[in-house]
């Protein structure tokens, strides 16, 4: 049987106090300093009665239905909006523009949505931005 002596602090667990000593920061603390951090950057982008979510950066190929399944388990939605280029002249006639607007019945929906992807959301590999809509 082996015997594994408990690790000792790393720099980055490690911070100095004002009078120089040493203390060491738990990996829980940090955590928790994070989440809140987190939270403070989720509740500064949260617009008051907002209803609409922007989602930019969606794959070329992502269709309305999968947009309807993946936010319609956060709650009702009003409607959803994927612009395609419609210019006659152009190679990508036809092909979406890689944002989507998403209405939800209710703010509080919008907001659930935006809290549990927020941050997160990559779609086929590729990183979505969302944002709410300034109404």
Not at 46 to 54: D, F, G, N, Q, R
Not at 57 to 69: F, H, I, K, T, Y
Not at 98 to 120: C, K, N, P, S
């Amino acid at each position: 049987m082996f015997y594994l002596p408990p690790p000792s602090p790393t720099p980055s667990d490690e911070a100095e106090d004002d009078e120089g000593f040493v203390r060491t920061v738990s990996l829980d603390a940090m955590m928790d300093a994070h989440q809140s951090r987190m939270n403070k950057a989720m509740d500064a982008r949260i617009v008051p009665k907002s209803k609409m979510l922007i989602a930019r950066g969606l794959p070329l190929d992502v269709s309305m239905p999968q947009l309807r399944a993946l936010f319609g388990a956060y709650g009702p939605l009003r409607g959803t909006y994927l612009p395609r280029n419609m210019d006659p002249g152009a190679d990508d006639y036809g092909v979406i523009k890689g944002y989507a607007h998403i209405t939800f019945m209710w703010h509080e929906d919008a907001v659930r949505a935006f809290r549990a992807l927020y941050g997160q959301f990559y779609l086929r590999g590729e990183y979505v931005e969302l944002e709410f809509a300034r109404q």
